[in-house]
Each structure stands twice: as structure tokens, then as C-alpha cells.
């Protein structure tokens, strides 16, 4: 369940968007192809039910009140997520790198205020 917070970053009418994209994935992962409310076994051997996500696209911004979509069960959602966050720390060190390489050779100066 979202907190009041976590809601406030999506559009009002989040629950049909979400709906409208598992329909539109035929009820199943698009990335593994397992289908809602199927049993799986967990790597501890403990069974669960899959409940899919509507996940956004990366790149989105949540204030969107159109965001494009993606249906994923949740261990595809978290990898999706993950690798997202990987990409984005790639391109921070080389923003870093990129800025430091500036300074170094006198292009840009930094002043602390």
C-alpha cells in the first residue's frame, strides 16, 4: 500500500492507467512472461502468488498524466529498477570525471561561497 506521500507522485487516475496497461500485456510480465496470480516458489522454497506492477518506462517523469508503461512482476520490476539505478550512477562518475578533467586542465574554476 502507498503512503499519502508516495500517492501525491502519481496521476489521479493512477488505478486505471495501471489496469489499462496489464490488459493491454494480455495479464502477463512483459519482460518474463509469467501470468498474474500464478504460484511461484521463492529461492527459500517458500510459495507466493505473482501480482503485477504497471511500472514506468524510465526516463518518466511520475507527474505525468499519461506515462507510458510497462507490466512487470515484481522480481522483474525490482531488476528493472536496479539496472535503472545502475545506469543513472554510470552517468554520474562520468559527469564527475568529465567535470573534474574541466577544472584540471583551467576550463572551468570552482568558488566556494
Do not use: N
Amino acid at each position: 500500500m502507498m503512503s499519502r506521500d508516495q500517492r501525491r507522485r502519481y496521476p489521479a487516475q493512477w488505478t486505471e492507467l495501471a489496469q489499462a496497461c496489464k490488459e493491454c500485456a494480455g495479464w502477463q510480465c512483459e519482460h518474463c512472461g509469467i501470468k498474474q496470480y500464478a504460484l511461484a516458489t521463492s529461492k527459500k522454497g517458500t510459495p507466493y502468488f505473482i501480482y503485477l506492477h504497471a511500472a514506468h518506462r524510465h526516463g518518466e517523469s511520475t507527474h505525468s498524466p499519461a506515462p507510458a508503461l510497462i507490466c512487470l512482476c515484481i522480481a522483474c520490476h525490482a531488476l528493472y529498477d536496479y539496472q535503472h539505478r545502475q545506469r543513472q550512477a554510470r552517468v554520474r562518475l562520468e559527469l564527475i570525471k568529465h567535470l573534474r578533467l574541466l577544472i584540471a586542465q583551467g576550463y572551468l574554476e570552482v568558488t566556494m561561497s
